[in-house]
């Protein structure tokens, strides 16, 4: 298992062992695949080791206790782990980031709309006041609810949207 790349540092059981020789081994130093054998020796009877076919000819080759490797390898399992999620969090917060950047420009936009909505229904009102004919009377009540109508609709997507980003930062920030 290659190591991450985070700066931490795996305690090691055994002096001298650089990265590669952590956690299980994938292959002897003369190149052979490991194999998993049992102890017969009286200190650590049945202990499970890794070796290799070829430990018999004299030159240096592995030998790993089972327990340890996976200990290793478990620990520097979960150190991944650690940094990917980590890594991965960073990541969703910048999203986040992004996305409320987005919706305070557009939070913005509608804010502008709202106001210019707002000068509409004041110039149709004060035209409403100055006309007297009934028809055009009605067509401009008419007008002034549909505009209304907008604008509630628009105030309506700014709260929604506002509601969905306080919700997604504390969703985030849990």
């Known amino acids: 298992m290659s190591s991450s790349s985070s700066s931490r540092s795996v305690d090691r059981p055994s002096v001298g ?3 590669s020789e952590r956690g299980i081994p994938k292959k002897c130093y003369c ?7 049992n102890s017969m020796g009286r200190e650590y009877p049945g202990r499970r080791y890794f070796t290799c076919e070829m430990v018999e000819d004299g030159g240096v080759h592995i030998g790993k206790w089972w327990d340890e490797a996976m200990m290793e390898e478990a620990t ?3 150190l991944e782990l650690e940094d990917e999620t980590e890594r991965m969090r960073r990541s969703k917060m910048e999203k986040m980031r ?3 950047q987005t919706h305070k420009e557009e939070i913005e936009i509608l804010f502008e709309l709202h106001a210019n909505h707002q000068n509409a229904v004041a ?4 035209e409403i006041s ?3 004919d009934g028809q055009s009377l009605a067509l401009l009540k008419e007008e002034v609810a549909k505009k209304s ?3 509630a609709v628009e105030l309506r997507n700014v709260f929604v949207g506002i509601v969905l980003v306080v919700g997604l930062l504390i969703y985030v920030l849990k």
């Open 17 to 19: 062992r650089n990265d």
């Open 31 to 37: 190149g052979a695949p490991p194999i998993l054998k």
């Open 76 to 78: 520097m399992l979960r």
């Open 98 to 100: 992004e996305k409320i």
């Open 123 to 126: 110039l149709l009102k004060e």
């Open 130 to 132: 100055k006309k007297s």
């Open 149 to 151: 109508d907008g604008i």
